[in-house]
């Protein structure tokens, strides 16, 4: 019997010094992250400093690293769109506000964008609006893009509507956006033909005024 | 909606800037904030003990009573702050969760307190987080164990059957609790009697007894009294057979009777008996009579309807059936290879008793055991020091497992019975939080209803829809924005099931979509509404949506009170009953019980016949004649 368990211990030896190895990979550096002055952001922004204030105590509460990463900030914006699916436009999103692309949002990243949204002029807010719509920041808009982002935006509305999504509707509405937009025909729109056309449209610059006083 | 989102919502709303060029329809206006935007520090204090904590960290959670409007009635004018006279102690933890997000469970405190702070404070328990939420399921499922044992022990399952109940299931009531009554009580002693007595006439019936006179050698009893444990055999097997019988007359579900355990023991003791009596006396069948007859002593078995102890240690047998197999698979193992080494040993001695190595496996069992009977006995020097080592692993190889299978079969035990139950608390669990999610989602298709989505003048809003915090009216202005863009609109999933219904059938809807889009879209509410009025529910009660009924059903819901979800239309019942706004489901006066979760009222009637194209707010409301709805039309 005593030979038998000899046996067996032999064996289970030689599994464990593949293990040592992964330890090393596991040593994760904390990051965190802090803000400018609050003097700074007030001159760079057009919040004053009470609205900062606001903005970042719940910035903070969420990501007390001081960073949002992209699956934390999918998560935020679908728990505000329960009916559907928002994390494909919460991906578009999240590109337009990490304009350093390197895949997290800092604090001061997301009170420039705030700041243009909410206070900026109609240019400023039409032009962030164009770098959304511009997945791949080429300076041009294209149908493919444009599907995308339309087809993001109806997939928050859910399966439950009124009338029924219809798989083609997303096209349309795309091809009703060109129509509007793409002045010389040539199957882009650039940043000027869509600044052009926004502001033609009265509808457009009304609602450009609607989220002012959101804070 | 969880977490501080609440927080997020400026961004949110802001993001949706990227909408407008897409919008087909113009945007609605957004809400206007009448109270002061400025965030102030709100002063609570709790029986004594004061806390002070920013306005915005309690509106997180909007259906809770600290997020909710509800705080107002425990605010007091003369000292400026909200007063609670409960256990500020625990206060600490619930203000912890609205600062953190996590619901932390104290471990010193008592479970049952706990609770009745979380209803109170309108917290539902599934949002404990996972690092206490272990700790909490296990002192909530201990206390209600113990609950559940104190009621036991004070009913012990004698309640009264009800009264229109047949004579069959009186009958099977006195089989299974014979202490119900004493018909029962007798009967159960009787049969207990006539096992005992069968099955010690199967013992005494081998004793031998004194010889008949004249012959010299010794019968047994059996033989020589052969009539007379004739006579008590055929007695017992008629009050067993007699008792199957009725068994089998009075089981609720007589498939499911045949095949327990129980009964298979029972009619493997009364088997022999006929088959006996079927047989002929022939000699060459009553070799296999003979082994029948062994069968009788599995009479003993019967007793463990009379005993509980027998019955538990069956079932802790069957549960750690695996564990038994690997007990015997090792020492199979052992004793072949022991068995093995012996025979080559011992294979020259002359005369040896190891013919073989089957006939050594007798050997080793009886020396590892450390039974030793002697009669096989090694007699070469290597056989004597491979029986000395086989005797020495024995005591180890069986030494060693028994401990393991105990505390294997109490792991296990309580494993199998924690698992089980875990699983289902999970399954509950979520469905709880569905539950929650989903009522957060009507919480809009609701706000719609109430005519929210309406230019507002000063006044003529309805009072419920005021009453909703501005958060929620940022929020649901925001969900309003998306379906101007899209030009869709959000329905439940009835609504969605009945459009898909009527258009298979042909229906054409013959409102325009565009009818929703004009701000005069309440004109097509109201009539609609005026005409199910007639349409009322019998007696008003709790009416749910039917996807959360069916998950309410399938909850088991134990706690007597269930926080509802949504606190803004509970707001609406206890401020707004009677003036405008549709008598809610809870008329909580009538029922205090698993109030569904948020505010959607049951389709239970009959709808499509009458409004074909009609599909949106198809959630009918039950109503009360004297309900006067005050919206702006």
Redesign the interface.
Same mark, same amino acid.
């Given at each position: 019997m005593g030979l038998a368990m000899g046996t067996f211990s032999t064996q289970t030896k030689q599994v464990n010094y593949r293990r040592d190895k992964c330890d090393d990979d596991l040593e994760m550096t904390m990051v965190c992250h802090r803000p400018e002055g609050l003097d700074q952001m007030e001159s760079q922004t057009n919040f004053n400093k009470r609205e900062l204030q606001v903005l970042y105590r719940g910035f903070k509460n969420e990501c007390p690293s001081g960073i949002v990463n992209e699956d934390t900030f999918k998560q935020i914006y679908s728990q505000f769109f329960p009916h559907g699916d928002a994390s494909t436009y919460a991906h578009y999103l999240f590109n337009a506000f990490d304009s350093e692309h390197n895949g997290s949002i800092k604090f001061e990243d997301f009170v420039t964008a705030l700041s243009i949204l909410l206070r900026g002029s109609t240019r400023e807010k039409l032009q962030w609006t164009f770098n959304l719509y511009d997945i791949n920041k080429d300076g041009y808009i294209n149908k493919e893009e444009m599907m995308d982002i339309v087809r993001a935006i109806y997939a928050m509305m859910g399966k439950y509507t009124y009338p029924a999504l219809k798989t083609d509707t997303p096209r349309q509405h795309v091809d009703a956006f060109f129509q509007k937009m793409d002045k010389n025909r040539d199957g882009v729109v650039t940043l000027d033909e869509f600044i052009l056309s926004c502001q033609e449209d009265e509808n457009i610059m009304d609602s450009l005024q609607l989220f002012e006083n959101v804070i | 909606?969880? $977490?501080?989102?609440?927080?997020?919502?400026?961004?949110?709303? $802001?993001? $949706?800037?990227?909408?407008?060029?897409? $919008?087909?329809k113009?945007?609605p206006?957004?809400p206007v *904030?009448k109270k002061s935007? /400025? *965030?102030e520090i709100l002063f609570v204090n709790v029986s004594g003990q004061r806390f002070q904590t920013?306005k915005?960290t309690l509106d997180r959670y909007p259906d809770t009573l600290l997020g909710s409007s509800e705080k107002e009635f425990f605010y007091n004018e003369d000292t400026q702050e909200y007063f609670f006279d409960r256990d500020p102690e625990m206060f600490r933890h619930i203000l912890n969760f609205y600062?953190t997000?996590k619901l932390h469970y104290p471990r010193h405190e008592c479970i049952q307190a706990f609770d009745e702070e979380l209803a109170f404070y309108g917290i539902i328990p599934e949002i404990i987080g996972d690092c206490c939420m272990e700790e909490y399921r296990d002192r909530k499922k201990e206390n209600q164990e113990r609950l559940a044992e104190d009621n036991e022990a004070g009913e012990g399952g004698d309640a009264p059957l009800p009264p229109n109940s047949t004579s069959r299931e009186k009958l099977w009531r006195a089989f299974e609790n014979p202490h119900t009554s004493t018909m029962a009580l007798v009967f159960y002693y009787v049969t207990g009697f006539f096992i005992a007595v069968s099955v010690i006439a199967n013992v005494v019936e081998t004793v031998p007894c004194r010889p008949i006179i004249g012959t010299v050698k010794d019968l047994p009893c059996g033989m020589k009294y052969s009539l007379a444990f004739f006579c008590m055999d055929t007695a017992c097997v008629l009050i067993f057979t007699f008792e199957y019988l009725m068994r089998l007359f009075a089981a609720p579900s007589r498939c499911m009777f045949a095949r327990s355990v129980m009964s298979v023991i029972d009619v493997v003791a009364i088997m022999p008996y006929y088959i006996g009596l079927v047989m002929p006396e022939n000699e060459d069948v009553s070799g296999a009579f003979v082994t029948l007859r062994v069968f009788r002593v599995f009479r003993i078995f019967k007793f463990s309807r009379h005993s509980a102890g027998l019955r538990i240690l069956g079932y802790t047998l069957k549960s750690c059936a695996s564990e038994l197999g690997f007990l015997l698979f090792s020492l199979t193992?052992?004793i072949i290879?022991f068995a093995t080494v012996m025979f080559y040993a011992e294979k020259g001695t002359k005369g040896t008793t190891f013919t073989s190595i089957p006939a050594s496996f007798w050997y080793t069992i009886v020396t590892m055991t450390t039974l030793g009977y002697g009669d096989m006995v090694p007699n070469t020097i290597a056989g004597k020091i491979f029986g000395s080592?086989c005797s020495l692993?024995g005591v180890?190889?069986i030494a060693l497992p028994v401990p393991v299978i105990v505390s294997n079969f109490s792991r296990i035990y309580h494993q199998n019975q924690r698992a089980d139950k875990m699983r289902a608390q999970q399954k509950v669990r979520l469905a709880r939080i569905r539950l929650a999610?989903k009522g957060?989602?009507n919480a809009?298709l609701q706000y719609k209803d109430d005519g929210g989505l309406q230019d507002h003048d000063s006044g003529s809003t309805a009072l419920c829809v005021k009453n909703r915090s501005a958060f929620e009216h940022?929020?649901n202005h925001?969900?309003h924005?998306? @379906?101007k863009?899209?030009n869709?609109?959000?329905? *439940? @999933?009835l609504?969605?099931s009945e459009?898909?219904m009527t @258009?298979s059938l042909g229906y054409r809807?013959s409102r325009s979509?565009s009818l /929703?889009s004009h701000h005069g879209s309440s004109t097509t509410c109201c009539p609609r509404r005026a005409k199910r009025r007639p349409i009322r529910l019998a007696n008003s009660t709790v009416s749910v949506s039917r996807g959360s009924m069916q998950e309410l059903d399938t909850l088991h819901v134990q706690k007597t009170t269930v926080v509802p979800q949504s606190r803004s239309s509970l707001n609406a019942r206890t401020e707004d009953l009677k003036l405008n706004c549709d008598d809610r489901d809870f008329t909580a006066a009538i029922i205090s019980i698993p109030t569904p979760p948020a505010n959607t009222p049951d389709e239970s009637l009959p709808t499509s016949p009458a409004f074909p194209g009609i599909?949106?707010n198809s959630r009918s409301t039950t109503f009360n004649p004297d309900t006067v709805k005050i919206s702006s039309l």
């Open positions: - | 909606m969880a $977490a501080g989102v609440a927080t997020w919502l400026p961004f949110a709303r $802001a993001a $949706a800037v990227g909408w407008l060029p897409l $919008a087909k113009t945007m206006r957004p *904030d935007r /400025s *965030d920013w915005n600062r997000g193992m052992a290879i080592i692993s180890l190889v999610k957060c989602t809009f940022q929020h925001l969900l924005c998306l @379906e863009t899209t869709h609109e959000f329905t *439940d @999933e609504t969605y459009v898909c @258009e809807t979509t /929703s599909l949106r």
